[in-house]
């Protein structure tokens, strides 16, 4: 199995057919770039869904520790990933902080 191609201008995305809603990565994202949406026809109830993208920071945290192999971080030299910021590393805790629900939503 050779590299998965990263869809145009995409730094991370999700396979829904492969993911069982486990939240795993969304709980290690650092940068609040993924949360867990309300989703009746999977297993639990929710799909992870990538809020923004603009921040994703490339640390393959969510890819590395999804056990289906369901999510996938573009190559470094694909994209150009963000840096992490003060203000994305707050939206992660609060995503954390609300059973992995992007708050106020």
Known sequence: MGFMIAPE???VWVDESRCKACDICVSVCPSGTLVMRPDPTSTLGAM???IR?????GCNDCELSCPDFAIYVAQK???????LTDESKARAEAIK???YREPGV
């Open 77 to 83: 030299s694909e994209y150009k990933f963000a840096k």
């Open 53 to 57: 993208p603009e921040d994703c920071i």
């Open 9 to 11: 201008n995409t730094p």
């Open 48 to 50: 992870v869904e990538v």
């Open 97 to 99: 902080a609300n059973n």
